[in-house]
């Protein structure tokens, strides 16, 4: 098999969730970049970037080479609500780059974040769930559904870090960081109800119990940070109607990520430990790095925005390992990489070229 035929089938099997890679890259360099370490800030932003251009090329090669594939991950609630990553991927990478002077380049980002944030928000639920004819879809639901949640804070952090930038649009951008943020706790609290009823209705076999589930605790993470940077706006109808709601609910929702981490890791354990699944490299790993990256921001921006020295020693802290984890899960894609797709899986090692 030939390199262009294996990219072919990797660009046609490319999972809808593979902006998580965007996203966990883009997360660990502001992470980085809160704590002073410029250098390694910018190395790992670049990753982000040429990941965000690449993953763009293949989506928009999928979408004119494999509708079909792609109709049919829309209509596969297990899988749809992946393509919401594309938003929070975005947002992630413009917040980072209006560090760096980008201001115009986030911009952009974030319209065209939000117009597909508003999009997707409708199309999504309607083919994957509601008018699909597949039954019982609360079978599939998983913690991609939360990613939804995940792309709605997203749009309000880069609402809220804009708005000193654009000073003319000030109010308008408060007002798409509050009404997103409250969208994006409701949503929260019903793609748990939703999760939660599968988990107790259905058997969950350890190789359903997937990375994604983590996305729980970075959609509430992610929360925290959206809070914390309207709490820090300047003052605008919105904002001045929700600061005290925003900031008290954003300390209780840092308190319950905490409180998700325990579970998650037993969870990982009964799974890899107890029975035995395999622990190799798969898109969804993006799924848990994002998480760990969040909770350490969260905990460093509510750590400074609600003076809270304790939280933000704890996000410094977990910070590290989330850069483990990137490091680890970003060179099990380059072998990945290098071994699906550049060089031929179906030659012998040691094997020499016998034909012209």
């Not at 609402?159 to 509050?178: C, M, N």
């Not at 994604?212 to 940077?229: K, L």
């Not at 209780?252 to 969870?267: G, N, R, Y």
Request: aromatic share 12%; with cysteine; hydrophobic share 55%.
């Amino acid at each position: 098999m030939d390199i262009s035929t294996r990219m072919r089938d990797s660009v046609r099997a490319l999972s809808p969730g593979y902006f998580a890679f965007v996203m966990a890259a883009g997360i660990v360099s502001i992470g980085l970049h809160l704590e002073g370490h410029s250098v390694a800030s910018t190395a790992v932003l670049v990753v982000a970037a040429v990941g965000y251009a690449v993953l763009v090329v293949l989506s928009l090669w999928r979408l004119i080479a494999f509708r079909h594939d792609m109709r049919a991950d829309m209509a596969d609630s297990g899988r749809a609500f992946g393509f919401f990553t594309f938003i929070a991927g975005s947002n992630v990478l413009g917040i980072r780059l209006m560090t760096e002077g980008w201001h115009s380049t986030a911009a952009v980002l974030l319209v065209v974040a939000a117009v597909t944030w508003l999009v997707l928000g409708y199309v999504i639920p309607w083919t994957a769930v509601l008018g699909t004819t597949q039954r019982p879809v609360l079978a599939k639901a998983n913690g991609t559904w939360f990613v939804w949640v995940v792309a709605s804070e997203s749009v309000a952090i880069a609402a809220a870090t804009l708005q000193p930038v654009y000073r003319d649009f000030e109010r308008l951008l408060a007002a798409v960081a509050v009404f997103t943020w409250g969208v994006g706790l409701f949503l929260y609290a019903a793609a748990g109800i939703f999760v939660a009823a599968r988990l107790l209705q259905y058997p969950l076999r350890p190789t359903e119990l997937t990375a994604p589930y983590w996305v729980s605790m970075g959609a509430c993470s992610i929360t925290v940070v959206a809070g914390s940077r309207i709490v820090e706006m300047a003052d605008a109808p919105m904002v001045e109607a929700t600061r005290g709601l925003i900031a008290g609910l954003a300390v209780v929702i840092w308190a319950f990520a905490t409180w998700l981490f325990p579970p998650l890791i037993a969870a990982g354990w009964w799974r890899h430990r107890t029975h035995r699944v395999p622990l190799t490299y798969d898109s969804s790993l993006w799924s848990i790095v994002f998480p760990l990256g969040m909770y350490a921001v969260a905990g460093i921006y509510l750590g400074r925005a609600d003076e809270l020295p304790l939280v933000g020693m704890v996000g410094s802290v977990e910070l590290w390992v989330a850069v483990v984890a990137w490091v680890l899960v970003f060179a099990g894609m380059l072998h990945r990489i290098w071994t699906r797709v550049l060089r031929d899986p179906t030659r012998t090692p040691g094997a020499t070229d016998t034909g012209a």
